[in-house]
């Protein structure tokens, strides 16, 4: 069982206002793209980070062959229990998560 990260070319997250995330997952190729989605459900998503799955928006961009969940921040942007201000950590995370083969 590999992890995200080994199978697509990039997991990256970033910061989408003071109070959503985004996590884009560049496939590379349309192989790499159909194994993720197929394999990476939202509710996997929602369980890595503590979340409820109706809270998580996914989109699939086939063209380009990317996965993109969109979440809301646990707390606000640049309050004092932010610990990641830039949301640039949370690619990590996902990034470690195992898929199925």
């Known amino acids: 069982m590999a992890n995200l990260g080994e199978i697509v070319q990039k ?3 970033k910061n989408a206002g003071p109070f959503w995330l985004t996590v884009d997952i560049f496939c590379g190729t349309p192989h790499a793209y159909e194994h993720v989605i197929a394999r990476l459900s939202s509710a996997t ?3 890595a980070f503590g979340m409820n ?11 380009l062959h990317v996965v ?3 979440l809301p921040r646990p707390h606000v942007q640049g309050s004092t229990l932010d610990p990641d201000m830039h949301g640039a950590s ?6 470690e998560l195992p898929l199925e083969n």
Do not use: E, G, Y
């Open 53 to 63: 799955t109706q809270d998580i928006k996914r989109f699939d961009i086939a063209d």
């Open 11 to 13: 997991v990256r997250s």
């Open 90 to 95: 949370w690619a990590a995370l996902l990034a």
């Open 45 to 47: 998503v929602a369980k």
């Open 68 to 70: 993109k969940f969109s």
